[in-house]
């Protein structure tokens, strides 16, 4: 009974070990060129760090990977698991999260990022925002990559640099409107509990430039 039950046990865990191996290696890449030595001072992807994260395929696959994003081609990147090469995803992603990133605009440490939302301005349903706030409300994070040219005083040399910008949507009744996150925005976006949630941000002295604060506002009225 007892080798039985070792028995079960190892073919447990070989199945385990099996699927881990699986959902660790069920993507496929291409080969992807990042444009370093252009001209263009500055970084064109999110953070100077590749990070672990977790992808969701638009066939409904899943993986993890070692990942970055090209912000400036809206375009996430992978660290091949065999060589480290650069390369991006041939299955369309719906959407992917990182964990433990820093960025200068925001104090998430973990952040999920989305596409499939309507056209907006100069995005379109391809485009990955950063979901803040979750529900059927959604505060979207979007970050954009420009380049900016500047000659210096009494010289002819143009210097050009990645510079970032970002700004906010509000995602209801399936339309997108960009907002400056305020208390007044954002206790009109959750009007319709307004009551508690004027209560909730009374009481938790609710900071509305920050991210973390946000998420959790948001997850604090999808509750309700």
């Known amino acids: 009974m007892k080798r039985y039950k070792f028995f079960c046990i190892a073919a447990l865990l070989l199945l385990c070990a099996q699927a881990k191996a699986q959902y660790l290696s069920d993507y496929t890449g291409r080969p992807y060129y990042l444009k370093t030595n252009d001209g263009i001072q500055g970084s064109a992807l999110l953070t100077d760090n590749w990070l672990k994260g977790t992808v969701d395929f638009a066939n409904g696959k899943t993986a993890n990977a070692i990942l970055n994003y090209n912000v400036y081609g809206d375009e996430l990147l992978f660290k091949s698991p065999q060589d ?13 999260s990182i964990k433990g990133i820093t960025l200068e605009g925001s104090d998430q440490t973990d952040m999920n990022f989305s596409s499939g939302f309507p056209a907006v301005d100069d ?25 900016q040219e500047s000659t ?3 010289s002819q040399i143009t210097t050009k640099t990645f510079i970032t910008a970002t700004s906010y949507y509000l995602f209801a009744d399936n339309k997108m409107t960009k907002i400056k996150p305020s208390q007044k925005t954002i206790l009109a976006a959750l009007g319709d509990k307004a009551d508690k949630i004027q209560e909730y941000v009374k009481a938790n002295k609710v900071d509305f430039k920050s991210d973390a604060a946000l998420a959790k506002l948001f997850s604090y009225y999808s509750s309700l």
């Open 84 to 96: 480290s090469s650069v390369q991006a995803f041939v299955e369309p992603v719906k959407s992917f």
């Open 123 to 147: 995005q379109t349903a391809k485009t990955f925002y950063q979901v803040v706030g979750d529900g059927k409300v959604k505060l979207l994070h979007y970050y954009k990559k420009k380049v």
């Open 152 to 154: 210096g005083f009494a």
